[in-house]
């Protein structure tokens, strides 16, 4: 078998971004030749955060875009990835410029705990080393996400894991399991917590500052089923009086290019990880070469923003901030809180590169992890108290139609068993409103208990599905929570992603197998390999 090996190249990519972005990135130099102090360390860190995202093939892969019909352009990757057939383009947002690029950044922060260990002890040191293992440690959990199955700890000691190398040039030729490939992510964030700190971080909000650190440790911990750890960690992330984003002024602003740049401020306290990535995920949401696959109306309608939730429903009947900051056409409809920033690189033809900026972890999506633990630990009073401060975030105290509510136990019972479960055979999904925001769970490895709970989980869910729109999240709920889901294929039979299905594990890049690793197994035969 031949020999790969994961320290791709290190090259560091400098993003020259527009001030509206609010010079939201200062370049350091690129120190590798010789990392000789703590100072030069510091500055190489700054390449071992990845520059592709994996946010644009997951968010295709949910439940949050449709096929808006034959009529309309589509690219490549996007057909692929709503499909869920392999990838085959290889260009930013493919699962090969996102699986070189987190190996890239991996090697980087390997480089850096090499050189920390030939450099004398000092706090210093410590917190660049807790940065460089939490780098790697996300790195990884990011790739599990996108090229693994959700944790089941049932099964993650046979489910696929992915190479985890530690040291620089060393190659990891074997996949190795799910759960040790876990167990790797908890290692490296559990030995960095105690150490990590602000105190070396010229531009915080870019590196992984103590409440990111946090926030991540509470994300893992809870798709790692530790949910004493998740509260745990969510409280020292958000703090005694969390801030959250306003987004009741976000009306007031000038439109699209407004709200997008208030939304990744750097000096938002809501935001405590911004990464940037070279992405269409932006353009997607306007440009007419994106619109087939994408997030229509009937989606915004039934299973989104406007959606019946105990908060209103529709553009007018409903309190939600968001249901009433939405821009475009009925086929992209577009809440703009991942805008694309173009860096002109020739000015004389006007090209260049796209950029995105993503608000990685927030105070927001972090208070959710803690009310999903909550409620799976049946601290039903915990979770709910989380759920009605999300709420009074993100919903005005009063329209014309529609007050905010104060959810109890009982009004998110009596919600949800009102809701009809959406169908999902596709002879029965006749119009967009059989479509709907409660699908049919099947936790991965887990249980969770009818009445309550489940009625929690299904609001938490939904919050979820809001809150991360855009950012790929939502199919790895999908995946924890094995929801059956339906993609309809205009002129052809809807299909179907069932609970368990082997094609949420993206395939891996084709050169990756070529070269030797074992691929992701496939149900169907008939699948592209």
Not at 64 to 70: A, K, P, Q, T
Not at 269 to 290: D, E, I, V
Not at 291 to 301: A, E, K, Q
Request: charge should be neutral; aromatic fraction near 10%; charged fraction near 20%.
């Amino acid at each position: 078998m031949k020999k790969i090996s994961f320290l791709l190249c290190i090259a560091l990519v400098t993003l020259s971004l527009t001030t509206a972005c609010d010079d939201y990135l200062d370049t350091l130099p690129d120190d590798r030749a010789e990392v000789d102090n703590l100072d030069k360390a510091a500055s190489l860190l700054v390449t071992a955060y990845s520059t592709q995202s994996p946010n644009f093939v997951m968010e295709m892969s949910s439940d949050n875009v449709l096929d808006n019909g034959r009529l309309y352009n589509a690219q490549i990757i996007q057909e692929e990835a709503y499909r869920w057939q392999d990838v085959t383009v290889t260009y930013n947002d493919s699962p090969r410029s996102v699986w070189n690029n987190a190996y890239v950044a991996i090697g980087t922060a390997n480089e850096v705990l090499a050189s920390l260990e030939k450099l004398p002890d000092s706090e210093k040191l410590q917190a660049i080393k807790a940065e460089a293992l939490l780098c790697r440690a996300f790195a990884m959990f990011r790739l599990s996400n996108m090229f693994c199955m959700a944790y089941d700890p049932t099964k993650a000691d046979k489910y696929l894991g992915l190479p985890y190398p530690k040291e620089p040039g060393v190659t990891v030729p074997t996949r190795g399991t799910l759960k040790q490939l876990y167990d790797n992510i908890n290692a490296d964030i559990e030995a960095a917590l105690p150490k990590v700190s602000d105190a070396h971080l010229k531009v915080p909000k870019y590196h992984f500052n103590t409440a990111a650190a946090y926030a991540f440790a509470a994300r893992f911990n809870l798709f790692y089923h530790n949910y004493d750890k998740a509260i745990a960690y969510a409280d020292k992330a958000l703090g005694v009086a969390p801030s959250f984003r306003a987004v009741d002024t976000y009306k007031s602003l000038g439109g699209v290019e407004e709200i997008g740049n208030a939304y990744v401020r750097s000096g938002d306290k809501a935001n405590l990880l911004l990464m940037t990535a070279f992405s269409s995920s932006g353009r997607a949401m306007w440009s007419s070469r994106f619109i087939r696959f994408n997030h229509g109306l009937p989606i915004v309608s039934n299973e989104t923003f406007w959606a019946k939730m105990p908060w209103g429903s529709s553009s007018d009947d409903n309190t939600l901030y968001e249901s009433h900051l939405l821009y475009g056409s009925s086929q992209q409809v577009n809440y703009p809180k991942m805008q694309e920033m173009f860096e002109v690189t020739d000015k004389v033809n006007q090209t260049g590169l796209a950029h995105t900026i993503d608000a990685v972890f927030t105070t927001e999506e972090t208070l959710l992890v803690r009310a999903e633990a909550y409620a799976m630990k049946k601290n039903f009073a915990g979770a709910i108290a989380d759920i009605n401060t999300w709420i009074t975030a993100h919903c005005a105290p009063q329209t014309k139609k529609a007050i905010r509510p104060v959810l109890t136990e009982k009004s998110i019972n009596d919600f949800w068993g009102d809701n009809k479960v959406t169908p999902v055979v596709p002879d029965t999904i006749k119009t967009d409103r059989d479509r709907g925001v409660k699908k049919p769970l099947h936790p991965q490895g887990f249980k969770v208990e009818k009445g309550t709970q489940t009625n929690l989980i299904y609001m938490i869910l939904q919050m979820r599905r809001l809150e991360t729109w855009q950012q790929g999240q939502r199919f790895q709920d999908i995946k924890r929570y094995g929801l059956v889901i339906c993609h309809n294929i205009d002129g052809e039979n809807p299909l179907i992603f069932k609970s368990g299905d082997l094609r949420g594990a993206i395939q891996l890049p084709a050169d990756v197998i070529s070269a030797g690793l074992e691929p992701n197994p496939r149900e169907n035969t008939n699948e592209k390999k």
